[in-house]
């Protein structure tokens, strides 16, 4: 009676602060991982990569690419498990959410959008040249790479800035 009284208290009382803590903590750090991973490609590697004389900058970009795309698809799954899961609890779902938790969903499955192309289309086509040797078609596919990590970049800044200032506009 009275210990499982006591243990209803405290899992319901003290559960759902932890959950939404553990859930906010685990989506800030999935973004920073996809965010903070764009701007380090794109503005610390990729003018340090253009030194490099080919085929090295295909090949450099191919191992980078392989380690990073596997943390983005993770981030993805966080970022999507938390954030709803977070808007169910809050809001009882999409519906009730302030407009600027809209915001941030639209620019987040736009860059989802934008990642899954890179990944089904120029990141797989240069994959496969990298596997046979064809360096030339390789670097073909790093314009297109760049162009949509920039716009991802650009989307994912916008998409911090909301988040951390989204509820004071």
Not at 27 to 43: E, K, N, Q, S
Not at 90 to 112: K, T
Not at 131 to 144: F, G, L, V
């Amino acid at each position: 009676g009275v210990v499982s009284n006591i243990l209803k208290y405290v899992s319901v009382r003290s559960f759902a602060p932890m959950l939404h803590s553990l859930m906010v903590t685990l989506h800030l750090v999935a973004a920073v991982i996809w965010v903070g991973g764009m701007f380090f490609a794109y503005m610390i590697v990729r003018p340090a990569v253009a030194a490099l004389e080919p085929p090295e900058p295909a090949r450099f970009w191919g191992r980078i690419f392989t380690k990073f795309f596997t943390w983005v698809w993770i981030a993805i799954f966080v970022l999507l498990t938390t954030g709803y899961q977070m808007l169910v609890v809050e809001y009882g779902g999409i519906g009730a959410a302030p407009v600027y938790l809209h915001a941030m969903q639209l620019l987040g499955l736009v860059m989802i959008a934008l990642f899954m192309h890179l990944y089904f289309a120029p990141w797989r086509r240069m994959k496969f040249a990298l596997k046979n040797s064809d360096y030339p078609e390789a670097a073909k596919q790093i314009p297109q790479i760049r162009r949509i990590v920039a716009i991802n970049l650009s989307l994912g800044i916008a998409n911090v800035i909301i988040g951390a200032g989204g509820r004071y506009f």
